[in-house]
T-cell receptor
Framework: AQSVTQLDSQVPVFEEAPVELRCNYSSSVSVYLFWYVQYPNQGLQLLLKYLSGSTLVESINGFEAEFNKSQTSFHLRKPSVHISDTAEYFCAASRQGGSEKLVFGKGTKLTVNP | NAGVMQNPRHLVRRRGQEARLRCSPMKGHSHVYWYRQLPEEGLKFMVYLQKENIIDESGMPKERFSAEFPKEGPSILRIQQVVRGDSAAYFC?????????????FGDGTRLSIL
């Protein structure tokens, strides 16, 4: 069975500081990996995904994540955060060749302070 | 291009009543997924449907919960005889045939409160 672990439930940072949100997965088979962002009272929006190929994937708003197979990790990073990045971030995995369901971590609340 | 539409956004029911949650997928999407989010928890998969077929219901509680995605109309998640523990946010997602190249798109959710 798959599982996704987000090690930090809350991450407070100051504006313009770098941030890393950690995600580890456990699976006996190959997986696809995703990061979603959720703003209050809204649904989830896809931030970026890893399917295959280059292990470093980037989003349009400055976030990036690196797939590390040996460490079974998919950490999310941003070199300089903005107040508007305050949200909850979810890491998710989907088994390759499976039923397409997403297995989510418990989420990390990122709070960017001025 | 409208996104995934869920209604109602908020639903209040008393214990023992029925709750019906509706989800209209994005245009052109033939796959629908339902997830439940409990407070301080991530989303938990419930069921995956295609038109008129349940593909994976491994996350559905064995009793009181059912889901359908008819040939015409929205997908419905139905909870019979609701209990306090059913209080949660229920999210619907949809995707076209080309998952995962085309990812799952989420609606804004239905927040169910049980009195």
């Amino acid at each position: 069975a798959q599982s996704v672990t987000q090690l930090d439930s809350q991450v407070p940072v100051f504006e313009e500081a770098p941030v890393e949100l950690r995600c580890n997965y456990s699976s006996s088979v190959s997986v696809y990996l995703f990061w979603y962002v959720q703003y209050p009272n809204q649904g989830l929006q896809l931030l970026l995904k890893y399917l295959s190929g280059s292990t470093l994937v980037e989003s349009i708003n400055g976030f990036e994540a690196e797939f590390n197979k040996s460490q079974t990790s998919f950490h999310l990073r941003k070199p300089s955060v903005h107040i508007s990045d305050t949200a909850e971030y979810f890491c998710a995995a989907s088994r390759q060749g499976g039923s397409e369901k997403l297995v989510f971590g418990k989420g990390t609340k990122l709070t960017v302070n001025p | 291009n409208a996104g995934v539409m869920q209604n109602p956004r908020h639903l209040v029911r008393r214990r023992g009543q029925e709750a019906r949650l509706r989800c209209s997928p994005m245009k052109g999407h033939s796959h629908v997924y339902w997830y439940r989010q409990l407070p301080e928890e991530g989303l938990k998969f419930m069921v995956y449907l295609q038109k008129e077929n349940i593909i994976d219901e491994s996350g559905m509680p064995k009793e009181r919960f059912s889901a359908e995605f008819p040939k015409e109309g929205p997908s419905i998640l139905r909870i019979q005889q609701v209990v306090r523990g059913d209080s949660a946010a229920y999210f619907c997602a949809s995707s076209p045939l080309d998952f995962p190249n085309q990812p799952q798109h989420f609606g804004d959710g239905t927040r169910l409160s049980i009195l």
